[in-house]
Every structure is written in C-alpha cells, then in structure tokens.
C-alpha cells in the first residue's frame, strides 16, 4: 500500500530562520496532497491542499511544492517565529473508487521555533 | 461553519474494558473518520464511513469497532483495551469521498491502567 515518509520528525529553528519539511510518498495515483497543522491541545488545520503536477503554492508565511515525478511534498516556512511551533503533518489521497478515499499521514514534524 | 466534537476528551479504562468514543458533526459531511494518532507514528487509519449504516475497515481496524447509526454520529469502540495502550484518538469528516480535505476533532485522549 501507500507509504509517507515524513523528514524531519523534529525541527528547531532560530525565529527568522527558514524551515524545510519533506514527505515523499510511493503510490504513483495519488492526486490530493495536503498539509496540516496541529498546535498543542488542539486539533488538525489544514493548511494548503495541491493537486497539479508541480506546483508551488504560497500561503501566509509558507512555500508548499509538489513534484509529482520524484512524488515529492515540501513545506517551506520562509521566515519562522514562535506562533509556527507546531506540529505538521502531510497527508497524500488515495481514491478508491465505491470505497471513497482516505488519506495516508505522515509522521509528522515537530517544529519548535526560539525567539 | 460546522464543528467536530468528540466525547469523552479523556478516558482512563482498565484493561480487558470494552471502551467507547463517540463522535458528533453538524458539516452535514457524508464521510467520517477513526484515525489513532501516537507519537512518532502520525495518524493511522481505525475505521470510516462514507454514508449512514456503512463502515471501512483502515489498516488499524483489528481490536476496534465502529457505528455509523446516523450521518451526524460516528462511534468507536476498543473492544479489549490493553495495558499501557496511551494514545489519542481523532475523529474526522469530509464533505465526499472524493475531496480528500478532512476536518478534525481535538481528540480523544485514553489512557489504559
């Protein structure tokens, strides 16, 4: 079945610094790519969802990057501060026809940014 | 905008107890989710629905049952819960089966003595 890697499973920066987070994924049909974020004691937001081949997309703070020929995921936090520390999680889809999807999660990063 | 509330937020059972959680939406969403979360290990699949009366084994489905009676209600249970068993248990919704994007509980923490 489908498997996500998810590297690095724990990341402190600097505040300013940038923070890269990766997950690679094996199954070929995949086609929903997602990342969530999970603060202390609560639960998971999504962040950005990509479905093109490659594409990059930018949020409020942060670069998502698909590549589906190397199946490829990254999350690039361009200049961190303290309210990014969190947990991130990617999420890759799977359709399974008459049986729905369902999404594979990886690991998750912990991410802790110091001031 | 909806919500997800999952019930109890903690629950310390014994072992051998057959232990429930349950779930409620008001997303009006069609699919709905059983994820065990552990440290280290990210979010693995118990069990979903993806309409009234129907039920998805995911790849942690050994050890657990699942109830979907109504659409808005989606319910767990560890059948023999086993000792030193930590883990928090996260309840989900989608709209379809086919969006992929899920909306998420805060969690059910259980604790087993």
């Known amino acids: 079945g489908e498997q996500v890697e998810q590297r690095p499973p724990h990341l402190s920066v600097r505040e300013g610094d940038s923070a890269v987070i990766t997950c690679t994924y094996t199954?070929?049909?995949?086609?929903?790519f997602f990342w969530y974020k999970q603060e202390p004691g609560a639960s998971l937001q999504l962040l950005m969802k990509?479905?093109?081949?490659?594409e990059i997309n930018e949020g409020q703070g942060f670069t998502v990057l698909l590549n589906k020929k190397d199946k490829r995921l990254s999350l690039n936090l361009t200049a961190a501060h303290p309210g990014d520390s969190a947990a991130y999680f990617c999420?890759?889809?799977?359709?399974?026809?008459?049986?729905?999807?369902?999404?594979?999660f990886g690991i998750g990063t912990l991410l802790s940014v110091k001031p | 905008g909806g919500i997800i509330t999952q019930t109890p937020k903690f629950l310390i059972g014994q072992e051998g107890q057959k232990l429930t959680l349950k779930c409620q939406q008001n997303?009006?969403?069609?699919?709905m989710y059983w994820y065990r979360q552990d440290s280290g290990k990210g979010l693995r699949l118990i069990y979903y629905?993806?309409?009234?009366?129907?039920?998805q084994k995911g790849d942690l489905s050994e050890g657990y049952d699942a109830s979907r009676e109504k659409k808005s209600s989606f319910s767990l249970t560890v059948t023999s819960a086993q000792k030193n068993e930590m883990a928090v248990f996260l309840c989900?919704?989608?709209?379809?089966?086919?969006?992929?994007?899920?909306?998420f509980g805060e969690g059910s923490k259980l604790t087993v003595l």
């Open positions: 629905s993806i309409t009234e009366n129907d039920l």
């Open positions: 989900a919704s989608s709209p379809g089966t086919y969006t992929g994007q899920l909306y």
């Open positions: 997303f009006n969403h069609d699919t």
């Open positions: 999420a890759v889809s799977l359709y399974y026809g008459s049986s729905g999807n369902k999404l594979i």
């Open positions: 990509v479905f093109s081949s490659t």
């Open positions: 199954d070929p049909n995949s086609y929903y």
